[in-house]
């Protein structure tokens, strides 16, 4: 049981894994939040800077050709606020507990008792000759 425990542990702990996590959450869990984000807090600063609380509305026409950059804008806002949510709430986290584990900081795992006893034959073994 102890070996599949810590089968599943190295699992969850590699890379793939955790690259996975992140995008899932950056799509689904993070998308919600950072959107109420930027609808309820970013929007209200950019109108207070431009007078508008949505920049949809900014383009520019080029022979009869409208280039709207300003729902451009608006995607840039939401894109560069989820990658820091993401960024701070669990790439960062991530980094810090493998650096941690590299330290040693953790407490190192307990050998299981039939290693133990066999090291201790072992040992006595060594100890007749």
């Known amino acids: 049981m102890n070996d599949l425990l810590n089968e599943f542990k190295t699992f969850l702990l590699r890379g793939n894994v955790i690259d996975l996590a992140v995008a899932v959450v ?18 209200p600063l950019i109108a207070m800077i431009f007078g508008e609380p949505d920049l949809s509305y900014l383009d520019f026409t080029i022979n009869d ?17 989820i990658a820091a949510a993401v960024f701070f709430f669990v790439v960062k986290p991530v980094n810090m507990l493998t650096e941690r584990r590299k330290k040693g900081e953790e407490p190192p795992e307990e050998t299981p008792e039939d290693i133990q006893l066999l090291r201790e034959i072992r040992d006595a073994l060594r100890a007749r000759q």
């Open 26 to 43: 950056l799509g689904a869990a993070f998308g919600g939040v950072v959107t109420s984000f930027v609808t309820n807090i970013i929007t």
């Open 65 to 81: 050709a409208v280039f709207s950059y300003g729902v451009f804008l608006n995607s840039l806002i939401s894109f560069i606020s």
